[in-house]
């Protein structure tokens, strides 16, 4: 048996392998003290552990079988990989308009190939009609690949790099820019490119997806269609994030920049709009703004603000009961500029971190208070406490979320160093990172087990 027989396994299951005469790619039945598993063993990455045999069940999941569970496993079928997916040339349209798709990592959209059970990856516009032939519907698409990170790695190199890109695109004459993203930052990319990039004149979309397209729940095709639409046609010319609206395939939602955040780690409807209402809902081409006023598409290219700038000396500081002063001390000892505080309720921190944060601020670093509620403002002249914190020199940012102020101060710190010009950059609303007020909508938690929620849901079709 070769190396590439028993790709990523090692240890214990590598053994097991063996002495059952099994193979990655291999279609087995696999029998278990919890029952018989069918399904294809998948390959393992070099650093996995060496106590479980994955397989891809019929249904798409992938499943761990623990080695001591295992009783016996016998290979019926054998069905090799072919990581590249078919082709199709994807025709241009001169009725249609051309949007150009960014990629920044991962699967952007991909194909499950039933006879081998392999996930294959999409990306040129050939392999996107391939994978997802609606899209031909839509536009003329182009696709470039920027970089190949997973999302907890993009940065701000990366955020400097995409500014600069989407320039180029719509000076060129891209009709709208689609950026295929990772979820789990997302929404600190979005933050950092409504600032980077101001008065485009045509959308910016990022879309990614919550599950893979080799599952049956996949959210991939369908956020990336709407994606392509809104930035086809879509009227509001911002940076924007397209996501599942509700859990099942109904719609997808816009979300502005620097109000979204990812709430759930794994619910295909993760992200929400915080403090306001998103800014419209989409769905088989039918594209509905929810709320007014936002920047309409049109004008001329060369108004846009590029400003690709970032001083990566900030940091988020959350609050908890009992901070030591020693982490506002590392803070300042190694050369941070700026922090941002998510505090506890209207804005506040415990009184031993008061002698720390003076001592930051009188040494120059830039020093903001946000709200580790997510909803609702920091007010910290109601409480004698928040009024001795704003007199050490911290700065309240009204609803700014916490992710959006580390993101904003990091770009005014890429522009200037001043103190007050600092603080007028960042107590100044760019694209609503701060708004005058909620609406009554803007703070919606529903709990389960109260009369209102389950009346919601008995009426709520899927």
């Known amino acids: 048996m070769t190396t590439e027989d028993l790709k990523g396994y090692r240890g214990a299951a590598k053994e097991l392998l063996l002495r059952e005469n099994a193979r990655v790619w291999g279609d087995v039945t696999i029998a278990t003290n919890q029952g018989e598993f069918k399904g ?16 891809k069940l019929s249904t798409g999941y992938n499943v761990g079988l623990h080695v001591s569970t295992i009783n016996k496993i016998e290979e019926i079928g054998y069905r090799k990989a072919h990581y590249k997916i078919p082709e199709k040339i994807f025709p241009p349209d001169p009725e249609k308009r051309n949007v150009t798709l960014l990629g920044t990592g991962g699967t952007i959209a991909s194909r499950l190939d039933y006879r081998t059970g392999a996930v294959i990856p999409a990306f040129s516009p050939g392999e996107l009609y391939g994978a997802v032939p609606e899209l031909v519907d839509i536009c003329n698409l182009k696709t470039y690949k920027l970089y190949g990170e997973f999302s907890e790695n993009i940065g701000p190199a990366h955020w400097m790099g995409m500014a600069q890109r989407i320039a ?15 979820t789990d930052t997302m929404h600190h990319s979005a933050a ?25 729940s996949s959210d ?24 599942f609206g509700p859990t099942s395939d109904q719609y997808d939602l816009l979300h502005r920049g620097t109000r979204v955040r990812k709430m759930h780690s794994s ?35 060369s108004q846009m603000k590029i400003m690709p700038v970032f001083d990566e000396r900030v940091s988020i500081v959350y609050y908890y009961p009992n901070m030591k002063p020693d982490i506002i001390d590392s803070l300042v000892d190694n050369g941070y500029k700026g922090i941002i505080i998510a505090g506890t309720g209207l804005g506040h921190v415990n009184k031993p971190l008061y002698p720390s944060l003076k001592k930051a601020y009188e040494a120059g670093v830039h020093i903001y208070m ?11 002249f109601v409480y004698d406490t928040g ?9 309240p940012l009204d609803n700014m979320l916490p992710e959006v102020a580390y993101v904003k101060l ?12 600092v603080k007028k950059i960042m107590t100044t609303p760019i694209a609503d990172e701060i708004t005058a007020r909620e609406p009554i909508d803007g703070y919606l938690v529903m709990q389960g087990g109260l009369p209102e929620v389950d009346y919601y849901f008995k009426s709520y079709k899927r």
């Open 40 to 55: 294809l063993i998948l390959p393992r990455s070099e650093t996995a552990d060496d106590q479980h045999i994955v397989l």
């Open 168 to 182: 180029e695109e719509i000076t060129a004459g891209a009709d709208g820019i689609v950026i295929g993203h990772g």
């Open 192 to 216: 950092a490119l409504t600032f980077m990039v101001q008065n485009t004149p045509v959308p910016v979309i990022i879309v990614g997806s919550q599950r893979s397209s080799d599952r049956p």
């Open 220 to 243: 991939a095709a369908l956020n990336l269609i709407n994606a392509c639409y809104a930035a086809a046609y879509g009227e509001i010319a911002e940076v924007l994030v397209c996501m």
């Open 267 to 301: 619910y295909r409807s993760t992200f929400r709009t915080i403090g306001e209402r998103p800014m419209a809902r989409i769905a088989k081409e039918e594209y509905i703004p929810m709320r007014t006023p936002y920047r309409k598409r049109g004008g001329d290219a």
């Open 370 to 380: 946000t709200v580790q509620t997510l909803w609702g403002y920091v007010q910290m």
């Open 387 to 395: 009024r001795d914190i704003m007199d050490l020199g911290v700065v």
């Open 410 to 421: 990091g770009w005014t710190l890429g522009q200037t160093q001043d103190r007050d010009e």
